[in-house]
C-alpha cells in the first residue's frame, strides 16, 4: 500500500496488479486518488496498515514508517536510524560509520541517499565516501539459467562481505546496507533470494 504512493511510474502500475485490485478499498483509496498519508492520513488508515500490510510484511518486520512521500526523505530517515542504531548497539562513533550501496541504485537527491547511490549519480556531487558493492546481474529465466546465477550472486555476496571486512578494519564500519529491488536509475532486479542472503 505504501508503494502506491509512488510518482514514479516503476511497475507498480501493473495491470494484473490494477485489475485484481480494482474495486477494492485499497485500490479506491490509493490509487485512484493520491492520499497524502503523512499531514493528514485517513481516520481508519492504522487499522488498514494492520489488517492489510502488516500480515504480508517480512519476517522481522514490525513497524511502519511514514515519510513526506517522497523517497529521498524516506531513506534519509531509514539511514540516520540505522547508523545511530549501529553506534548505540556497538559503542562506536556515528561519524565513523558509513552506509554500503549497489551499483545501478539511486536512492534520493540528499547528500547521504547520493553517497550510497551508483557511482554514475555520484558524479557531480560532493558526497560521502561510502562503499558500493556489485549487485548480480541475473539471467532471466532464473530456472534456465541457476547455476550461472547462483555463481553470480556468490561472486556479489563474497565482494560484500569484503567490504564490509575492509571497512572494519579500517574503523569505518558498515553500520546499515541500502537496498531497493527496483529503482528510477539501474532499473536491474535482483533475484529476492540474494536480498535475502544479503540480511
Known sequence: MLDLNCNLALGYNHDAFINSKMGTQVYDRFLQGKVDCTSVPPSDYADMLREIVMPIAPEGMSQVFLSD?????????????ALFSYAMKHDKNYKNLCVLGHEGSSHGNSIATISCSDLLVQSDAPTYKWPIA?????KYPYTHHTVENEAEELRCLNETKRIIHARKAADNDVGAIIVEPITAFGNRLATPLFYKKLR
Open 69 to 81: 512521500n517522497s523517497a529521498t526523505s524516506a531513506n534519509d530517515a531509514a539511514i540516520s536510524v
Open 134 to 138: 556489485p549487485l548480480p546481474k541475473v
